[in-house]
Antibody, heavy 120, light 111 residues
Framework: QVQLQESGPGLVKPSETLSLTCTVS??????????WSWIRQPPGRGLEWIGY???????NYNPSLKSRVTISIDTSKNQFSLNLRSVTAADTAMYYC????????????WGQGTLVTVSS | QSVLTQPPSASGTPGQRVTISCSGS?????????VYWYQQLPGMTPKLLIY???QRPSGVSDRISGSKSGTSASLAISGLRSEDEADYYC???????????FGGGTKLTVL
């Protein structure tokens, strides 16, 4: 059974960069069958897809966040990471990493999520 | 750009059958690719409930079913129970964006 685990700071100051890592166990991020995604959920609100990275390193992002987001992958560590620049309070959310069947919206495995608060 | 629309809320009494809709704006939204449904229990991580329009992953109750027709998809829960009280999200791949899209979510209340 694939397991995903998010890690990173729970508090980030406005205008700084939010950085999270997702460590995958029980499966390989080098699999060509999956995208490795980040999804967030502001308190009391719905799910918002942030972006995904493929094992090759190619990535795709939500157009609303594209100018501030980078998602990268480290196959040697079986991890992928999220960087979100110039954060504001509106970026306060639960951040989930998830495995997505390629070109499908089939998020079959999720991390438990990590709450990131943007505040000075 | 694909937009998936869900009612913000739904409700039912124990034992009832309830349905939650997910509508696309054109055939190309819903009709062209598979629809997925996710359940998010209070304070929990979302869980895949239905894939490929109407398939249940192992372990999901057969009280749960999915369907798709034209520009709409539906999630049905029969024999409603208190533990079904959760938020439900539909999702679909958008070929034009090469990305997934989520519906806004429906909060199901068991009265």
């Amino acid at each position: 059974q694939v397991q995903l685990q998010e890690s990173g700071p729970g508090l980030v100051k406005p205008s700084e960069t939010l950085s999270l890592t997702c460590t995958v166990s029980g499966g390989s991020v080098s699999s060509g069958s999956y995208y490795w995604s980040w999804i967030r959920q502001p308190p009391g609100r719905g799910l918002e897809w942030i972006g995904y990275v493929y094992f090759s390193g190619s990535a795709n992002y939500n157009p609303s966040l594209k100018s501030r987001v980078t998602i990268s992958i480290d196959t040697s560590k079986n991890q992928f990471s999220l960087n979100l620049r110039s954060v504001t309070a509106a970026d306060t959310a639960m951040y989930y990493c998830a495995r997505e069947g390629r070109s499908s919206s089939n998020f079959d495995n999720w991390g438990q999520g990590t709450l990131v608060t943007v505040s000075s | 750009q694909s937009v998936l629309t869900q009612p913000p809320s739904a409700s039912g009494t124990p034992g009832q059958r309830v349905t939650i809709s997910c509508s696309g704006s054109t055939y190309s939204n819903i009709g062209s690719s598979y629809v997925y449904w996710y359940q998010q229990l209070p304070g929990m991580t979302p869980k895949l409930l239905i894939y490929n329009n109407n398939q249940r992953p192992s372990g999901v109750s057969d009280r749960i079913s999915g369907s798709k027709s034209g520009t709409s998809a539906s999630l049905a829960i029969s024999g409603l129970r208190s533990e079904d009280e959760a938020d439900y999200y539909c999702a679909q791949w958008d070929d034009s964006l090469s990305s997934p899209v989520f519906g806004g979510g429906t909060k199901l209340t068991v009265l």
